[in-house]
């Protein structure tokens, strides 16, 4: 099992700033894929970061460009830098952690940690 603990969220106004960090503990053998993922109100689950352990990054057309993802393989944290924040970004951020295994791969979510962006 794999815990992740996220921190960071918070109440900043629009063109603002924050920093979320996420530390994976237990058994983190074998984590590959680590990101971030939000959700708001109303909607689903949508992709906002992903990194690879070779350091490859995927983003989510809507961020890029504000939004920088970054990881620390021997400290297993992941963070997400979010610059000129908008309203729209509000949402609660969930911390994403694959781990490889003999059969395949197992998906491991964060808590979340709200984000809310004022206009």
């Known amino acids: 099992q794999v815990q992740l603990v996220e921190s960071g969220g918070g109440l900043v106004q629009a063109g603002g700033s924050l920093r979320l960090s996420c530390a994976a503990s237990g058994n983190r053998f074998g984590i590959s894929v680590m990101g971030w993922y939000r959700q708001a109100p109303g909607k689903q689950r949508e992709l906002v970061a992903l990194i690879s352990t070779t350091g490859s990054t995927n983003y989510a057309d809507s961020v890029k460009g504000r939004f920088t993802v970054s990881r620390d393989n021997a400290e297993n944290t992941v963070s997400l830098q979010m610059n000129s924040l908008k309203p729209e970004d509000t949402a609660v951020y969930y911390c994403?952690?694959?781990?490889?295994?003999?059969?395949?791969?197992?998906?491991?979510w964060g808590q979340g940690t709200q984000v809310a962006v004022s206009s």
């Open positions: 994403h952690v694959r781990i490889r295994t003999i059969t395949g791969e197992t998906v491991y």
